[in-house]
């Protein structure tokens, strides 16, 4: 076992809490635990809880029943009420798993120990303190959590900021787990910031709740004079369909560093009436940036094909939203000779946020863009949550649509450790 895992397994405190990397052992031991807990209260009950019932399935099953596995437990699982029955020589205890988004299903429980995996990402306190009020028939009364930091948000609170009696904070990092695949290890350096490379990776708490939105960008860094438009290279059109104003961002995808070169941006206010400002943004792109053939023999009176050459990131949600009375905002571009590159969900707000952060270690933008760059240095968090500020009506739509682009072209994931079922 890593230390961490032992540290708070073994730990004496009533409450417990692992807060560690992503690929650190958290799982495992929140069930190692919760095996040892059911141990201590013979004919009792442990409840375990992830955040989705899906996690449940796919995180907390394979791990519990492969430990239940190897340290040679007998056992039987009965589905109707997702609840381990653990036997040993003279007793036996009850492990039920639940998904803490329904917290309000587990009064009328009694419970001998309770534990929620990456209680980070609840978004408060409310499973946590049903739990505690859960508490009460057992001979060892124990709550405990294992997460990965998501700022400062109630597991801060609890465990670092103010702990009360009982709360034990244990902390640890990814590359504590010397298991580990190095290509997991590469890919998370990959894919996060160095912010979010000191929570996810080395399990701190930083502040992610607080301030700036888009900390990646310096104006220094990020910005010069006159990025040239290479008409032969396909022009990215990042777009929002905010209607006044609609914006876009113009970018060009470059093989060598930095990869991400935007020239220009573009913002139309409606000046009334029953203007398409979506067939106008899209008209004016073309004007401005004509697509230059590279076929040189092309025949003069042949209509150009320009397929693939204006690559558009639009809002997702734009598929079902009308400017105009007969298409949506979609069909309009696509009649514009845009091919139109949108996953099917708007991405998650931190997913596609710590996109754009990752991303300005290898984007420049022109000094021109003056809205888009007002944007990415004022654009803040709504204070105390991973949310953006939207009060202020003339910013974030240039970020906006920016950000769909990168989600597409540069997402970040997490990758994940899979166990398998035994
Ligand atoms: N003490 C250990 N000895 C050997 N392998 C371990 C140990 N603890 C965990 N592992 C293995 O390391 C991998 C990651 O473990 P686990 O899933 O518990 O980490 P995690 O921190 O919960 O990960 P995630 O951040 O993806 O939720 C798994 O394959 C697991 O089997
Ligand atoms: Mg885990």
């Known amino acids: 076992m890593f230390q961490h895992q032992n540290d708070f397994i073994r730990s004496d405190a009533k409450y417990p809490a692992l807060v560690a990397g992503y690929g650190s052992g958290k799982t495992v031991a929140f069930c190692l635990k919760a095996i040892l807990e059911a141990g201590r209260n013979p004919k009792k009950t442990i409840l ?7 996690m449940i399935r796919d995180v907390l099953q394979p791990t519990i029943e492969e430990l ?15 609840k381990y029955t653990i036997h040993w020589k003279k007793g036996y205890s009850n492990i039920i798993l639940r998904s803490a988004e329904n917290w309000r299903r587990w009064a009328g429980l009694n419970l001998a120990g309770f534990g929620i995996d990456e209680a980070a990402l609840l978004k408060d306190k409310k499973a946590w303190d049903m739990g ?23 597991v801060y609170d609890l465990w ?4 009360k009696n009982g709360y034990k904070l244990i902390q640890g990092r990814t590359t504590d787990n010397p298991y580990l695949p190095q290509d997991f290890i590469d890919s998370l350096y990959q894919n996060y910031d160095k912010k979010l490379i000191s929570s996810y990776i080395h399990g701190n708490f930083v502040n992610l709740q607080h301030g700036s939105c888009y900390y990646g960008f310096d104006r220094r860094k990020n910005t010069t004079k006159n990025i040239d438009y290479n008409p032969y290279l396909p022009i ?33 206010s409606h000046s009334g009436g029953n203007e398409l400002m979506t067939e106008r943004i899209a008209k004016l792109i073309k004007e401005k940036y004509p697509y230059k053939s590279p076929n040189l023999l092309q025949p003069k009176n042949k209509k150009v094909d320009m397929t693939g050459h204006y690559m558009c990131y ?15 905002d979609h069909d309009v571009l696509r009649k514009e000779g845009f091919s139109l590159l949108v996953k099917k969900k708007a991405p998650l707000i931190i997913d596609s946020v710590n996109a754009v952060n990752k991303a300005m270690e290898f984007t420049i933008i022109d000094e021109k863009c003056k809205e888009f760059i007002k944007d990415l ?46």
Not at 71 to 81: D, H, I, M, V
Not at 314 to 328: L, Q
Not at 393 to 416: C, G, M, N, Q, W
């Open 48 to 54: 375990l809880a992830e955040p989705t019932f899906p």
């Open 68 to 82: 239940l596995h190897e340290l040679g437990f007998s056992y039987q699982y009965r589905a109707s009420e997702s």
């Open 132 to 154: 505690l009020s859960r508490l009460r028939d057992g001979k060892h009364l124990c709550g405990w959590i294992t997460t990965t930091p998501e700022g400062f948000n109630f």
């Open 377 to 422: 240095e004022q654009v803040v968090l709504k204070e105390g949550t991973r949310d953006i500020d939207k009060s202020n009506p003339e910013r974030t739509h240039l970020t906006d649509a920016f950000r769909y682009s990168i989600d597409y072209e540069y997402p970040v994931k997490k990758p994940v450790t899979k166990t398998y079922m035994a």
């Open 160 to 163: 670092k900021d103010n702990p």
């Open 314 to 328: 639009p809002d997702p949600s734009g598929k079902n939203r009308h400017t105009s009375a007969f298409m949506s």
């Open 236 to 268: 990215r059109i990042a777009m929002d369909f905010n209607i006044n104003p609609i914006s876009a961002v113009l970018w060009q995808k470059h093989k060598e560093k930095p990869y991400i070169r935007v020239f220009d941006e573009v913002q139309l």
